[in-house]
């Protein structure tokens, strides 16, 4: 089959496009308003940018009712928000905190109940995942706001640099890599589905020299 979205009906039940762009990470951006309201939530249109400086970015789509996401106005009016990690073991916090609250409610309030506990940043008291392996402090850089075709097709994608990285020590392997399979990040799928990464295989680009393989590997 083959169908042209933006001219035809999807053909199948459930619509293929986020299901076919995946694994997605997530970004689990906590963040905190101008008055101190604490707030955080999943974003699975989350990724890296570049290295040199490392910068990130995440796509938030509005509310139907036109409204912008809190984490967007947060990153915009204080200037940070925080990425952490999302494990298997923080899954269902992960859930939970994606819950639409009425306004004054705190997800943190609502995490709390599975195990879930504060540290705060050191550039902007904003709360991080106490249990969460890897935490980025981001500076905010510029929002690009995107027209949709409806109001929650319309997207703000912020971007950031990374100012601050914060890794547990025990998740260090010895040689000094992050160790994936131990953390077990998960990863947004399409419907309602995820998935946990628990096996990697390394595979280097023949050919490549010493500069290029360093930087694939991260090499310092």
């Not at 979205?5 to 199948?12: R, Y």
């Not at 709390?112 to 995942?129: F, L, Q, R, S």
């Not at 025990?170 to 990040?185: E, S, W």
């Amino acid at each position: 089959m083959k169908y042209r979205p933006q001219h035809e009906a999807n053909p199948l039940p459930f619509s293929p496009f986020k299901s076919s762009t995946v694994p997605r990470p997530i970004g689990w951006l906590s963040s905190v308003s101008t008055d101190g309201m604490e707030n955080i939530a999943p974003y699975s249109q989350w990724q890296n940018l570049t290295f040199d400086p490392p910068m990130v970015m995440f796509s938030a789509n509005q509310y139907p009712d036109g409204r912008r996401k809190d984490t967007v106005l947060n990153a915009e009016q204080t200037g940070w928000f925080v990425w952490n990690m999302a494990t298997y073991d923080l899954r269902e916090a992960v859930n939970v905190s994606a819950m639409a609250l009425e306004p004054g409610e705190s997800e943190w309030d609502r995490i709390a109940e599975h195990g879930v506990t504060k540290v705060y940043a050191d550039n902007h008291p904003i709360p991080m995942v106490a249990e969460s392996p890897v935490r980025f402090e981001c500076r905010y850089h510029s929002t690009h706001r995107i027209k949709g075709d409806s109001n929650v097709g319309t997207i703000d994608v912020v971007f950031a640099h990374v100012d601050t990285i914060h890794i547990d020590d025990d998740v260090i392997t010895a040689d000094g890599r992050i160790d994936i399979p131990r953390i077990q990040p998960i990863a947004r799928l399409g419907y309602f589905d995820y998935t946990v990464v628990r096996e990697t295989f390394e595979m280097r680009v023949p050919g490549a020299d010493g500069d290029a393989q360093a930087g694939l590997e991260g090499r310092s």
